[in-house]
């Protein structure tokens, strides 16, 4: 069932608006009447009408203006100009200038039912059409979004059966190694097979200690143990730490530190993010190379970078090294053992923080790994409210 049509009649003639209502009424519409463009305007701001009747020609406003007043209010609302003969000219503009249709004075009931009919008609068509737009919008959107859930589905899937896979290699070599040791065929060399089933454990918990430092760093980023820690001394740290892998493998590492931002964190993400990138430099860098770490600031972010001198990634490696456990040919032939979840905890810290990470690279050459992070807004402070607020990025 329709909701009853509401008219206005805007008009200065006593009679054009008792004419109208006469004619109106017993058609079960609900009719106003204003005397004045202002008071009709009034009429419009503070309840709804489907369909005015205005008068061309009145003291005080100007139809024209009065046809944009009302389009402002409600650019829906069906307005037919009512005028005299002389003013058809001018009646014909205003259905340019947006009116939909215009009755001339005098008129027959008949005259005027049959174009508020036809303007009532229009209206609910204007409307059906944008309701049916609004709906095949909504629609498209809907699609859109189980499309993205779909994906997310898929790689979901993908993410545990990879996970699974990657578990059961060490496992199943340990369970190899003790059956040889139950069964008495190693009596002589169990004791490598224990070290070997010993060394294949230790990986096997780095790498679910990886898989479990994944799931959590975004709620981690959000606890409160952010604090207002430095980049620069993270680094230091965690040079510290390396400095002796390095030269034992014969490579040289340097630190420059340009100035020391410092930003709301957990200090220890800094330190993963560090640690990754250092430790990759240096596992995939021949003897004889070197290792640049820096820090500084760029545009008003932090900006810290991992240079080296090693084997570098092939162009269409370089957008796969950040899946988790995807690694190059390049990098399982110069060190057997990896995971492949360095570089993904890396970006999930860094994006997790609203920065960015980006690798350049040339295959033989060498390889820059470069990230962004946001600078604490008070140096120094070491509250939540002094810098960004730390997790509360997008996709939250
Ligand atoms: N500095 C680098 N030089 C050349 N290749 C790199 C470098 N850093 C990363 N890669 C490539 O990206 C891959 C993924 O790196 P990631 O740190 O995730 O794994 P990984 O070092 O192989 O193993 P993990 O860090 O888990 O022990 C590496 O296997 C390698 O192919
Ligand atoms: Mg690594």
Redesign the pocket.
């Known amino acids: 069932m329709e909701e009853e049509a509401s008219i206005l009649v805007i008009d200065d003639e006593r009679g054009i608006r008792e004419g109208c209502r006469r004619a109106l009424t017993p058609l079960d519409y609900s009719l106003d009447v204003a005397d004045t463009a202002v008071a009709g305007l009034r009429k419009l701001r503070e309840g709804s009408f489907d369909l005015v009747l205005l008068d061309l020609m009145m003291p005080g406003m100007s139809g024209m203006e009065a046809l944009d007043r009302i389009h402002e209010i409600d650019g829906d609302t069906v307005v037919i100009i009512i005028t005299g003969y002389a003013t058809v000219e001018a009646a014909v503009n205003t259905i340019k200038r947006g009116a939909y249709d215009f009755i001339s004075k005098p008129f027959t009931a008949d005259d005027l039912i049959l174009v508020v009919n036809q303007g009532l008609e229009h209206r609910r068509l204007t409307l059906e059409t944008k309701r049916l737009g609004a709906i095949e919008e909504e629609a498209k959107e809907l699609a859109r979004a189980k499309t993205e859930l779909e994906k997310l589905d898929a790689m979901k899937s993908r993410f545990m059966l990879t996970v699974a896979h990657e578990l059961r290699a060490p496992i199943a070599a340990i369970q190899g190694y003790l059956g040889l040791i139950l069964d008495g065929y190693a009596v002589d060399d169990e004791q490598e097979m224990i070290e070997s089933a010993h060394n294949r454990c230790g990986e096997l918990l780095?790498?679910i200690q990886?898989l479990l430092l994944l799931a959590h760093i975004k709620e981690k980023a959000t606890e409160v143990k952010k604090k207002t820690v430095s980049v620069a001394e993270a680094l230091e740290e965690v040079a510290g730490l390396l400095r002796m892998e390095a030269e034992r493998k014969g490579l040289t590492l340097e630190v420059q530190i340009s100035n020391r931002p410092e930003m709301l964190a957990d200090e220890e993400h800094l330190k993963q993010v560090w640690t990754?990138?250092i430790?990759?430099?240096i596992?995939?860098?021949p003897g004889g190379g070197s290792v640049v770490a820096s820090v500084g600031q760029k545009d008003g972010q932090i900006v810290g970078g991992?240079s080296?001198t090693?084997?570098?990634?092939a162009a269409d490696?370089m957008p796969r090294?950040?899946e988790e456990f995807?690694?190059?040919a390049?990098?399982?032939e110069m060190?057997e053992?990896?995971?492949?979840?360095?570089?993904?905890?890396?970006k999930e810290i860094v994006e997790t923080y609203g920065g960015t990470l980006d690798?350049d690279?040339e295959i033989g050459k060498?390889?820059t790994?470069t990230f962004t992070l946001p600078p604490s807004l008070e140096p120094g402070g070491d509250t939540a409210n002094g810098g960004r607020v730390v997790g509360d990025t997008d996709g939250d």
């Open positions: 780095a790498m990886d990754n990138l430790s990759n430099a596992k995939y860098t991992v080296d090693g084997i570098g990634v490696d090294i950040f995807y690694r190059t390049q990098a399982k060190a053992r990896g995971t492949g979840l360095g570089l993904p905890i890396v690798v690279s060498g390889t790994f």
